[in-house]
């Protein structure tokens, strides 16, 4: 099994915690870590050092969604074939070997809160998907040049009304018909509202998104025993 992680220095003290989980309840999992600089992360147990070329979508200061956000659209250059990614603000609470043996063509991912409803609505989908934690089969999105023609839908994207427009909509808009939804429990947003709700104990994969981590440590310090 094998999890990345897409980072920058603004994330890698939540990814850090991130990591411990996985390793927790996976501790088989090998551990990669993919950057634009040379970055040392507690926990990784391979590195890759990927160059964008320009800058994507930066609305200022203040925006949470950094350059880092787009390594995943090159993760195909991975000598892999298949991977789990995770967002830098996600814990572990169990096993992911199901996720990891699940039946994905090019990449599973998880279906939004209520919130993306409104983002589904404008892209014209039916259902938008997460970004946050995805299993891709890097041999199948090699097979379509996924990399490549992710940047060239990155420029086709109108402006939204709800502001989003990032990678996550790079896959929403361009690639909807490659995207399988999984169960949610392998992404779960914490304080976001959702037609069936979870309990957060029974997520697998719990995600803080938001530009304010306090409640994911305040979470990682209630829930997992530092000693482990």
Not at 53 to 60: K, L
Not at 101 to 118: A, R, W
Not at 165 to 176: A, I, K, M, P, T
């Amino acid at each position: 099994m094998i999890c990345v992680w897409c980072l920058d220095d603004n994330y890698k003290q939540y990814a850090e915690l991130s990591i411990k989980t996985v390793k927790k309840f996976n501790p088989k999992a090998k551990i990669v870590v993919v950057s634009e600089k040379p970055i040392e992360v507690e926990g990784a147990d391979k590195y890759f050092v990927f160059n964008l070329g320009g800058q994507h979508r930066n609305r200022g200061v203040g925006d949470r969604i950094s350059n880092a956000a787009y390594l995943k659209l090159l993760l195909t250059n991975l000598p892999y074939n298949k991977v789990i990614f995770i967002d830098g603000d996600v814990l572990c609470q169990g096993s992911l070997q199901e996720l990891w043996d699940s039946k994905v063509e090019y990449i599973g991912l998880c279906p939004s809160h209520n919130y993306g409803k409104k983002q589904a609505q404008e892209l014209g989908i039916p259902v938008y998907g997460l970004s946050g934690v995805m299993l891709m089969r890097l041999d199948g999105l090699r097979n379509i040049d996924f990399t490549n023609n992710s940047f060239l839908i990155e420029k086709k994207i109108p402006e939204l009304q709800t502001g989003f427009h990032h990678e996550e909509s790079v896959l929403n808009y361009g690639w909807y018909d490659k995207l399988t939804f999984l169960d949610k429990k392998w992404n779960y947003c914490f304080d976001r509202k959702y037609d069936y709700p979870l309990n957060y104990k029974d997520v697998v994969l719990l995600h803080f998104p938001g530009k304010d981590k306090s409640d994911m440590l305040k979470y990682y310090k209630e829930n997992f025993n530092e000693q482990d």
